[in-house]
């Protein structure tokens, strides 16, 4: 069946589903022991990308350890394809490029370095509540 514009979505309904890729993502790296997670929300100060995602990982294998887990979850549950990925060799800071979505991961020097919140300080953050791990239940 061919796509009609009455099929393809609204500006609305695409910048509802990035929100919540990059709420997702963000949840990934909870899961995944990533600090100060933040989610700038960009979309009134540029066109390029809708949110940016930062986080703060202790080491080299944690900060590839959410990059990893961030790839396969955006994939599998959302169908969303990495476009671009710089630093994962160096393992101090990784960019992930989703196209709407960017995700910064960085370890404290790295992120104190380039210091994105105060690059961009008019953007709105996003009040994201993580969910609870599935490993942490609540026990009566």
Known sequence: MPITASRLPTPDQRQQRSLHVAQAAAQVAYDNLGQDIVLLDLREMTAVFDFFLLVTGASRRQLHAI??????????????????????AAGTWVLQDYGDLVIHLFDDKAREYYALEQLWTGAKRIDWQPAVPPHIAKLD
Do not use: P, V
């Open 67 to 88: 990059a990893d887990e961030i790839e396969h979850n955006l994939k599998d549950h959302f169908g969303e394809k990495l476009m671009g990925m710089e630093g994962y």
